[in-house]
Structure formats: C-alpha cells, structure tokens
C-alpha cells in the first residue's frame, strides 16, 4: 500500500539559517504521528513543504503518490501556528465561510467540535481569547475529509485542561484513512495519542519509529526518550 506522505532527500535553504537537511519521511495512513523537535528544529519547515507553501531547495515529498502543488491542495488540511482568521467575523460566518470553500468540509462536523469544546458559534473572534482562538483554528481544520492533516504546535497556547480536550478533539475526529502529524515541542501533552514519532533537530531526522516500539526497546517514556537522543546527537 502507498504512503500518504513519503519525502525524499527533501530540503529547505534559508541562506543561513535552519532549514531542513535531506529528510527522508515515510508515513502509511491510519496513524497519528508526533513531529517533535524543540523551537527552530526545523518542523515547521516540514509542515510548509508538505503543505506547498514553501518550495523544497532539493529532493520531493508525495501526499498520495502526488508530488505536492494543485493536486494535493484538496488531500491536505494544514493548521498554521499563527492566528489567520479576521477578528471582525463571528465564529458561525468563519464556518459558512469554509463551507463554501471547501468541497470536503463538513458544517455540521465543526458545530459539532465547537460545542464539544465550549465555544459559542456566536461571538466575535476579537472578543475570544487567544486559546479559544485556537480551539477554533482546529475545529476548521479537522472538520475537512483530509487525507493528511498537519496540526502545527496546536496546544502551545492553552492552559492544560484545554490540551486535553484539543487532543481528544484531534482524536476522535479525524478520518481513519488518514494521517495526522502534530508538530510540538510538548512531548509529555502528545505522548499518550501518538502512534509514531519524528524527532528532528537542527533540520535533520534524527529518529523516527512507532512509539510502542521506542517505549519497549528504551524502557523509557517517549519525552525520556527525547531528551537522551537529543544529547546524543548534540555530541555527534
């Protein structure tokens, strides 16, 4: 069976500053997969090329056996890690609004996460706070039929009860034909929902396997198991 997403040798130069170095990223569908990496490890970067916002220097990705551009448009739903909804629009217009665009988002879906979550259709984006702007960024994205689905860093800015109802959210609404990757540096938070991971550091994969597998092999938690890669590959 294809992978949903299979990069190869794919890099990003910024002139100087970290990109990503020749990743090489096989991912079948039905998983959700932790791209974990401290702040300007390069997952970011990651989550771009995938997506087609940023063109790769070298090598390719596939979503589907598609080389990334029009074709993928409509397999990948991607959460960026800043705000870009207007703060004028009420939260019922931004889902009418993605339901017109998008062939493959469901309406009824979204109301349905935004109760789960305790956000009221009715209020203004400028009159919600910066977590609960969040939750809404999410909602839009898992409410799509996506084939991939690139969440990045979505629970750096909720308070710990939110992160537990965003990842159950994540959860218990995306299709299982398909894949998530959630970009973090919160391994603790994510651990429990994860099938595989993807530690990257320094723009560069540095591990990558099933979390039972590491779990059994370190005898260690997967946050344990980062902070000793990490050093390792620090003294490489």
Same mark, same amino acid.
């Given at each position: ?9 794919? !890099?990003?130069?910024?002139? +100087? ?7 090489? $990223? ?20 990651? =989550?771009?090329?995938?997506? +087609? ?5 070298? +090598? ?6 598609? *080389?990334?551009?029009? !074709?993928?448009? &409509?397999?990948? &739903? ?11 629009? /009420? ?15 469901? &309406? ?37 039929? !996506? ?33 998530? $990757? ?11 929902? =994860?099938?595989?991971? $993807?530690?990257? /550091? ?12 590491? *779990? ?10 980062? /902070? ?9």
């Amino acid at each position: 069976m294809a992978d949903i997403l299979k990069a190869s040798a794919l !890099a990003k130069d910024y002139g +100087g500053g970290v990109g990503l170095l020749g990743a090489d $990223i096989s991912l079948p569908k039905g998983r959700i997969v932790g791209l974990l990496g401290s702040n300007g490890s390069g997952k970011t970067t990651f =989550l771009k090329l995938v997506a +087609g916002i940023l063109t790769p220097t070298a +090598g390719e990705v596939l979503v589907c056996g598609e *080389r990334v551009g029009l !074709a993928t448009k &409509s397999m990948v &739903s991607y959460l960026p890690e800043r705000t870009y909804l207007n703060d004028w629009m /009420r939260v019922s217009d931004i889902v009418e609004y993605f339901d017109d665009f998008y062939e493959d988002f469901d &309406s009824a879906k979204a109301f349905e996460m935004l109760a789960s979550l305790n956000v009221e259709p009715s209020r203004k984006l400028k009159t919600l706070s910066k977590g609960t702007k969040e939750k809404v960024q999410l909602v839009l994205v898992m409410a799509r039929n !996506a084939k991939l689905y690139l969440l990045d860093e979505p629970i750096a800015g909720v308070d710990p009860v939110a992160r537990e109802y965003i990842l159950d959210t994540i959860v218990s609404n995306y299709n299982k034909e398909a894949t998530v $990757i959630i970009s973090t540096h919160l391994i603790t938070d994510v651990e429990k929902v =994860l099938d595989d991971f $993807i530690f990257v /550091r320094d723009g560069k994969v540095i591990m990558q396997d099933s979390v039972a597998k590491a *779990r059994e092999e370190y005898g260690k938690t997967l946050d344990e198991i980062f /902070r000793e890669v990490y050093k390792c590959s620090e003294k490489a």
